[in-house]
C-alpha cells in the first residue's frame, strides 16, 4: 500500500493507526451490525462516543468541570459570526487581533455586524509575525479578546497567553489544537476546525466556560446560540456523527502517545529539524515568520525565484513528500507538520531539502 508523507495543511494527514483501526470497525460498529454513519445519534452506542470524545478533550486540555466542549457545524467560519453575535454589542465591542488571514476574516464578521474593533495588527509587516503583549490595545469595555492562536496560511503562532486585563480571552486553535500543553483555563473559549490536526472535515470544537454558554440573547435563531448546544448536549439536532467519532479516536490515540507534553516534545523536534535546514542554508530558504514568531505546526519558507520553487514542488512529490506548496497569499512552501505526522516524515523532507539546495545553488 502507497501512502506518501502528507504536508497538507487542512485536510491533513491522520495517524495511520486511527485510520486502520475506522477501517477495521467500520461495517460493524459495536457490534451493531450497523457502521457508525448508519446508526442514530440517539442510540447507546453513539451516546458512548459522543460522551467519551468531550471527557477525553476536557481531560488533555486540564480543563475541570467549569467548562463544556461543543460540537457544532459550520467550520471555524461560523464561528466568526457566532462569536460577535452571540457575545458583542456597539457598547461592548468584540476587540480582534488582526495576525493573519483567519484573524482578519473572524473581525469582517463582527464588522459587518457593528460590533468589532481591532486591538492589533501586523498587516504592515505581511503577518511575519503576532502581535507582541505591549502593541495591544483592547478596550476594559470590550465584550472579548480574540486571537489567531495559530497562522496555518503565515506560519506564526502565539507562544504566550495573552493578558487582558479580565476581558474574556477567545481563541481560534484550528490549527494548533492538541499541540501541547498550555495554559487552557486562562481562556474563556476555544474553538477550532478539526480538520487540521484532529480529524476529518465537518466539526467545531468549541471549548467554553459554562456560565458563558448558557444563556444567549432571546433574539438569536436557535441554530446560532452556543445555548442551543449547551443545553442539549450538542444534540438538539443530528450532529456530524463520523466526524465526532474520528475525533474521538485522535484524542485517544493522543492520550495513548502520552498526551499533550509528548505531542509538543515530538512538534518542537519536527519544527526545529525544518527550521534548521532553512537557518542553515545560507540563505537560500528564506523563512516567512519571525523567529519569536516561528510555528510549530507550519512552516513557510520561500526559494530563490518561482521556478526554483515550482520545481521543488515537482521533486518533492517525487520523493513521496505531497502537499508543501504555500498558500498563495504568501507563495513558496509549507510544511503542515502536525500531530499526525511523524518525525521520520520531516527528517525525509529536511534531507531533501538539504539535496535540493545543494544541487540548485
Ligand atoms: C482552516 C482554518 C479556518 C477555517 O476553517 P473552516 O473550518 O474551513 O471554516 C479558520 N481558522 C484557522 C486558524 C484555520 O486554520
Known amino acids: 500500500m502507497k501512502r506518501v508523507y502528507n504536508f497538507n495543511p487542512g485536510p491533513a494527514t491522520l495517524p495511520l493507526e486511527v485510520l486502520q483501526e475506522a477501517q477495521a470497525e467500520f461495517l460493524n ?19 458512548k462516543v459522543h460522551n467519551q470524545t468531550k471527557a477525553d478533550i476536557l481531560e488533555l ?81 470590550a465584550a472579548y479578546f480574540h486571537i489567531c492562536n495559530n497562522n496555518t496560511i503565515y506560519g506564526t503562532e502565539y ?60 433574539t438569536l435563531p436557535t441554530m446560532l446560540r452556543y445555548d442551543t448546544f449547551y443545553k442539549k448536549n450538542s444534540l438538539y439536532n443530528t450532529p456530524p456523527a463520523f466526524s465526532i467519532y474520528m475525533v474521538g479516536k485522535v484524542a485517544a490515540w493522543i492520550k495513548n502517545q502520552g498526551g499533550l507534553a509528548e505531542m509538543a ?26 523567529k519569536d514568531s516561528r510555528s510549530f505546526m507550519n512552516v513557510t519558507f520561500r526559494l530563490p525565484s518561482e521556478e526554483l520553487e515550482k520545481k521543488f514542488v515537482a521533486e518533492a512529490l517525487e520523493n513521496n513528500l505531497s502537499g508543501v506548496k504555500g498558500h498563495r497569499s504568501v507563495g513558496g512552501m509549507r510544511a503542515s507538520i502536525y500531530n499526525a505526522m511523524s518525525i521520520e516524515g520531516v527528517e525525509v523532507l529536511a534531507s ?4 535540493f539546495r545543494r544541487s540548485n545553488s
Do not use: C
Open 159 to 218: 507562544h504566550y497567553v495573552p493578558e487582558t486585563g479580565g476581558v474574556p480571552l477567545f481563541a481560534d486553535m484550528s490549527s494548533d489544537m492538541l499541540s501541547r500543553p498550555w495554559d487552557f483555563k486562562k481562556f474563556a473559549l476555544i474553538y477550532a476546525g478539526v480538520q487540521k490536526n484532529l480529524g476529518p472535515a465537518g466539526v467545531v470544537i468549541v471549548v467554553a466556560q459554562k456560565k458563558l454558554i448558557e444563556k444567549s440573547l432571546d
Open 61 to 141: 486540555m486540564n480543563l475541570g468541570d467549569d467548562y463544556d466542549v461543543l460540537f457544532i457545524q459550520g467550520g471555524a467560519s461560523l464561528q466568526f459570526a457566532m462569536i460577535p453575535l452571540n457575545f458583542a454589542t456597539k457598547a461592548n465591542p468584540g476587540s480582534y487581533a488582526l495576525s493573519g488571514t483567519f484573524s482578519s476574516n473572524a473581525y469582517r464578521e463582527a464588522e459587518i455586524l457593528g460590533v468589532g474593533e481591532v486591538a492589533a495588527s501586523t498587516k504592515d509587516e505581511n503577518f511575519r509575525r503576532v502581535p507582541a503583549q505591549s502593541e495591544l490595545k483592547i478596550s476594559p469595555s
Open 29 to 47: 460498529f459495536d457490534n451493531s451490525g450497523m457502521s457508525i454513519i448508519e446508526i442514530s445519534h440517539r442510540s447507546k452506542p453513539y451516546d
Open 265 to 290: 516534545k515530538r512538534n518542537a523536534r519536527k519544527a526545529e529539524l525544518l527550521y534548521s535546514a532553512i537557518d542553515s542554508s545560507d540563505g537560500f530558504y528564506r523563512g516567512h515568520a519571525d
Open 352 to 355: 531533501f531539502m538539504d539535496k
